[in-house]
């Protein structure tokens, strides 16, 4: 665990606003503005943070299904920023995608096993009978039978669905799988059912996660380092124990205040923060946290906060700890 798989430098996506007949551009939703993170191989990382904060636009751009606005991807040790036709279908062999609702992203009309057959024998891995037996085999390795090939997704649940896609998701052997809410649709039972299985895969298929929530207690369960981002930034980032046990930033303390944990014994008071999240088209300046922070200074309206090393592999973007 000591490469990088996966280096994101400053990335950007900032989503045009237009107005008028001809569609001039008037502003931008800076749904992601300069974020930076690594992630090392055998590793997975969470990202955590409200709706609207930019997380899922980031997994997309690193999967690049969203095209960046500025800023470097580099993956496996390639710069994949700006690929695009045969080169980048290529290099999405080695990372697939998890989603949010396993129905949608299933085509109802094909059955289980050809859903996950299909991108072996799209991607000349292997084809025909092999294809259907590899098919089956990764049928049993998510927990379902291998006679569940002729069946449709209709006829699953939404866990056993989830099973499906991370089938047909790890097929190709691939070094890095982006989950994005992998486990927000389903009940809780079925969600620890669904962790424990993307972690044995972990090791059976020497697979890296990013791994995307909006919550907190998933987020810990699964990952080895967590980032926290707010309004498009990540306002935190560094080892779950580290970053859960004593959290630096304002927002994080206030997010981790807020969840639920009946278990934890030293519970801290409960941070209500004030205000909403402001507008991407219209950030705050300073530091984005700002307008809702209970230990506010004067230069926070003026200062955007860098990232800084704090603790050992835990930095933080906050005026309070420089
Ligand atoms: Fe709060 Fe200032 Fe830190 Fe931003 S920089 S989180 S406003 S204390």
């Known amino acids: 665990m000591s490469q990088n798989l996966l280096e994101v430098t400053d990335l950007q996506k900032h989503f045009p606003i237009t107005a008028g007949f001809f ?19 055998g590793e997975t990382l969470g990202i955590v943070g409200e709706s609207g904060c930019g997380k899922s636009t980031t997994g ?6 969203i095209q960046p606005t500025r800023g470097k991807i580099v993956f496996d040790g390639q710069d994949i920023s700006r690929l695009r036709g045969r080169a980048l279908r ?13 129905y949608a992203s299933l085509n109802p009309k094909m059955s289980v096993g050809e859903t ?7 991607n000349q891995v292997l084809k025909g009978r092999q294809a259907t037996e590899r098919a089956v085999q990764l049928l049993e390795t998510v927990g379902l039978r291998g006679g569940d090939f002729n069946r449709y997704p209709h006829e699953f649940s939404g866990g056993q669905r989830q099973r499906i896609g991370i089938a047909r998701a790890v097929a190709l052997n691939p070094k890095l799988i982006v989950a ?4 927000s649709a389903l009940d809780v039972s079925i969600q620890s059912q669904i962790l424990n299985l993307l972690m044995d895969l972990k090791s ?9 929530s909006h919550n907190l207690a998933v987020v810990r369960h699964i990952s080895d380092r967590v980032g926290v981002m707010y309004l498009g930034h990540m306002v935190e980032i560094g080892p779950k124990h580290s970053l859960y046990g004593e959290p630096l930033h304002p927002y994080t303390q206030a997010l981790i205040s807020a969840a639920p944990e009946p278990k934890r014994v030293n519970r801290r008071a409960r941070i209500i923060l004030q205000g909403d999240v402001p507008s ?14 209970p230990r506010v200074m004067d230069e926070c309206k003026v200062e955007r906060p860098v990232l800084q090393e704090v603790r050992p592999d835990h930095f933080v973007a906050c005026h309070l700890h420089r």
């Not at 059976?204 to 995307?212: E, P, Q, V």
């Open 116 to 122: 996950i057959a299909e991108p072996l024998i799209v």
């Open 280 to 293: 991407p088209a219209n950030p705050p300046k300073g530091c984005p946290f700002h307008t809702r922070c």
């Open 90 to 102: 290529d290099i999405r062999r080695k990372f697939q995608m998890v989603f949010q609702d396993p």
């Open 204 to 212: 059976d298929f020497n697979l890296s996660y990013l791994f995307i």
């Open 23 to 41: 569609k001039r551009q008037v502003g931008a939703v800076k749904a992601v503005d300069g974020v930076s993170f690594y992630l090392k191989a």
């Open 60 to 65: 997309r751009m690193v999967m690049r299904i």
């Open 180 to 183: 994005d809410e992998a486990v």
